[in-house]
Protein backbone atom coordinates (compact mmCIF):
# COMPACT_ATOMS: atom_id res chain seq x y z
CA UNK A 1 0.00 0.00 0.00
CA UNK A 2 1.29 3.57 -1.13
CA UNK A 3 2.59 6.06 1.69
CA UNK A 4 -0.87 8.51 2.30
CA UNK A 5 -0.83 12.06 1.70
CA UNK A 6 -1.19 13.45 5.20
CA UNK A 7 -1.95 17.05 5.28
CA UNK A 8 -2.12 18.28 9.16
CA UNK A 9 -0.37 21.69 11.03
CA UNK A 10 0.54 20.68 14.46
CA UNK A 11 2.28 24.53 15.39
CA UNK A 12 3.70 24.64 18.42
CA UNK A 13 2.77 20.78 19.48
CA UNK A 14 5.01 19.90 16.83
CA UNK A 15 8.01 23.04 16.44
CA UNK A 16 7.77 24.55 19.79
CA UNK A 17 10.73 23.52 21.18
CA UNK A 18 12.85 24.39 18.37
CA UNK A 19 13.07 27.68 18.53
CA UNK A 20 14.54 30.40 21.22
CA UNK A 21 15.23 34.38 21.94
CA UNK A 22 17.51 35.88 23.53
CA UNK A 23 18.06 39.20 24.16
CA UNK A 24 20.17 41.48 26.32
CA UNK A 25 18.59 43.95 29.20
CA UNK A 26 19.80 47.61 27.98
CA UNK A 27 19.48 49.03 31.33
CA UNK A 28 16.60 49.43 33.86
CA UNK A 29 13.90 52.62 34.25
CA UNK A 30 12.11 52.71 37.37
CA UNK A 31 8.48 53.81 36.18
CA UNK A 32 7.67 54.99 39.72
CA UNK A 33 8.34 54.45 43.54
CA UNK A 34 7.44 50.26 42.78
CA UNK A 35 7.61 49.71 39.06
CA UNK A 36 11.52 48.62 37.73
CA UNK A 37 11.35 47.96 33.74
CA UNK A 38 13.99 46.28 32.00
CA UNK A 39 14.77 47.61 28.79
CA UNK A 40 15.82 45.20 25.79
CA UNK A 41 18.20 45.34 23.10
CA UNK A 42 15.33 44.68 20.40
CA UNK A 43 11.17 44.77 20.31
CA UNK A 44 8.77 42.34 21.12
CA UNK A 45 6.33 43.42 18.53
CA UNK A 46 8.85 42.68 15.16
CA UNK A 47 10.83 39.21 17.63
CA UNK A 48 7.95 37.83 19.11
CA UNK A 49 4.46 38.96 17.71
CA UNK A 50 2.50 36.69 19.46
CA UNK A 51 3.49 38.29 22.99
CA UNK A 52 1.20 41.41 21.99
CA UNK A 53 -1.05 40.16 19.73
CA UNK A 54 -2.46 37.62 21.32
CA UNK A 55 -0.87 37.77 24.89
CA UNK A 56 1.08 34.45 24.69
CA UNK A 57 2.95 33.26 27.03
CA UNK A 58 6.62 31.79 26.79
CA UNK A 59 9.25 29.74 28.51
CA UNK A 60 11.72 32.83 30.07
CA UNK A 61 14.97 32.45 31.69
CA UNK A 62 17.96 34.88 32.47
CA UNK A 63 20.44 33.06 31.03
CA UNK A 64 23.35 34.41 33.30
CA UNK A 65 23.61 35.89 36.60
CA UNK A 66 21.45 33.36 38.36
CA UNK A 67 23.09 33.78 41.71
CA UNK A 68 21.85 37.39 41.76
CA UNK A 69 19.21 39.05 44.14
CA UNK A 70 16.08 38.41 42.11
CA UNK A 71 13.24 41.18 41.65
CA UNK A 72 9.36 41.68 39.84
CA UNK A 73 10.19 43.51 36.96
CA UNK A 74 8.05 44.34 33.92
CA UNK A 75 9.71 44.00 30.29
CA UNK A 76 10.06 46.64 27.78
CA UNK A 77 10.65 46.86 23.99
CA UNK A 78 12.84 49.37 21.92
CA UNK A 79 9.75 50.81 19.69
CA UNK A 80 7.46 54.20 20.54
CA UNK A 81 4.62 51.87 20.84
CA UNK A 82 3.06 51.45 23.69
CA UNK A 83 2.27 47.83 23.38
CA UNK A 84 5.80 46.25 23.44
CA UNK A 85 6.19 45.16 26.46
CA UNK A 86 5.68 42.03 28.62
CA UNK A 87 4.57 42.28 32.14
CA UNK A 88 2.57 40.57 34.71
CA UNK A 89 -0.29 42.53 33.66
CA UNK A 90 -0.52 41.15 30.11
CA UNK A 91 0.58 37.56 30.92
CA UNK A 92 -0.72 36.58 34.38
CA UNK A 93 2.32 35.77 36.01
CA UNK A 94 4.93 38.00 37.56
CA UNK A 95 7.94 38.39 35.69
CA UNK A 96 11.39 37.95 38.03
CA UNK A 97 14.64 38.60 36.93
CA UNK A 98 17.95 39.51 38.89
CA UNK A 99 18.67 42.94 39.84
CA UNK A 100 21.36 44.30 37.52
CA UNK A 101 24.21 44.93 39.37
CA UNK A 102 26.36 47.09 37.24
CA UNK A 103 29.49 44.97 35.65
CA UNK A 104 30.31 44.59 32.28
CA UNK A 105 28.45 42.03 31.01
CA UNK A 106 25.14 42.58 30.46
CA UNK A 107 21.84 40.21 31.72
CA UNK A 108 20.67 38.36 29.06
CA UNK A 109 17.39 37.02 28.61
CA UNK A 110 16.07 34.10 26.54
CA UNK A 111 12.74 33.16 25.84
CA UNK A 112 12.10 29.80 24.65
CA UNK A 113 9.76 27.53 22.60
CA UNK A 114 9.29 30.38 20.25
CA UNK A 115 9.53 27.89 17.38
CA UNK A 116 6.42 27.86 15.67
CA UNK A 117 5.01 31.41 13.61
CA UNK A 118 7.59 34.30 15.48
CA UNK A 119 9.62 34.10 12.42
CA UNK A 120 7.05 33.53 9.86
CA UNK A 121 4.57 36.30 11.67
CA UNK A 122 7.50 39.07 11.53
CA UNK A 123 9.85 37.79 8.77
CA UNK A 124 13.29 37.89 7.92
CA UNK A 125 14.52 40.80 6.52
CA UNK A 126 12.35 43.22 5.23
CA UNK A 127 11.48 46.48 6.93
CA UNK A 128 9.87 46.10 10.22
CA UNK A 129 8.11 47.70 12.88
CA UNK A 130 9.77 51.46 14.23
CA UNK A 131 13.06 50.13 12.14
CA UNK A 132 14.03 47.62 14.43
CA UNK A 133 16.79 45.02 12.56
CA UNK A 134 15.87 41.06 12.13
CA UNK A 135 18.37 39.70 14.77
CA UNK A 136 20.85 37.41 13.83
CA UNK A 137 20.11 33.72 13.34
CA UNK A 138 21.99 30.99 15.04
CA UNK A 139 21.44 27.38 14.63
CA UNK A 140 22.46 24.57 17.48
CA UNK A 141 22.76 21.04 16.47
CA UNK A 142 24.74 18.35 16.50
CA UNK A 143 27.29 17.57 13.95
CA UNK A 144 28.30 13.98 12.56
CA UNK A 145 30.53 13.16 15.25
CA UNK A 146 27.44 13.75 17.50
CA UNK A 147 29.32 17.41 19.13
CA UNK A 148 27.22 20.36 19.83
CA UNK A 149 27.94 22.89 17.44
CA UNK A 150 26.53 26.05 16.56
CA UNK A 151 26.42 28.26 13.38
CA UNK A 152 25.23 31.45 11.94
CA UNK A 153 22.43 31.21 9.70
CA UNK A 154 21.98 34.48 8.83
CA UNK A 155 24.01 37.82 10.09
CA UNK A 156 21.85 40.72 11.40
CA UNK A 157 20.10 42.96 9.14
CA UNK A 158 22.13 46.41 8.67
CA UNK A 159 20.81 50.11 8.81
CA UNK A 160 22.25 50.18 5.29
CA UNK A 161 20.13 46.97 3.67
CA UNK A 162 16.95 48.72 5.37
CA UNK A 163 17.55 51.58 3.37
CA UNK A 164 18.10 49.98 0.39
CA UNK A 165 14.87 47.97 0.08
CA UNK A 166 13.39 51.42 1.14
CA UNK A 167 15.60 52.83 -2.47
CA UNK A 168 18.00 55.08 -0.81
Known amino acids: MPVPDIY ?14 IYSVLGEKQQN ?4 WYMIDSSFITTLPD ?9 MLP ?3 WDQEY ?3 HLGGLTCDGYDFYTSEEHINAVFLPK ?11 FFHTGAYQDQLSGYGGIKHCLIPSPKHVIV ?3 KNGQLKDWLYAKEQTAQSMLKILGY
Open 71 to 73: QEV
Open 33 to 36: DREA
Open 100 to 110: LTGGPEPLYIG
Open 63 to 65: INK
Open 51 to 59: TWGIGEKFL
Open 141 to 143: GYD
Open 8 to 21: TEFGSFTVGESGAV
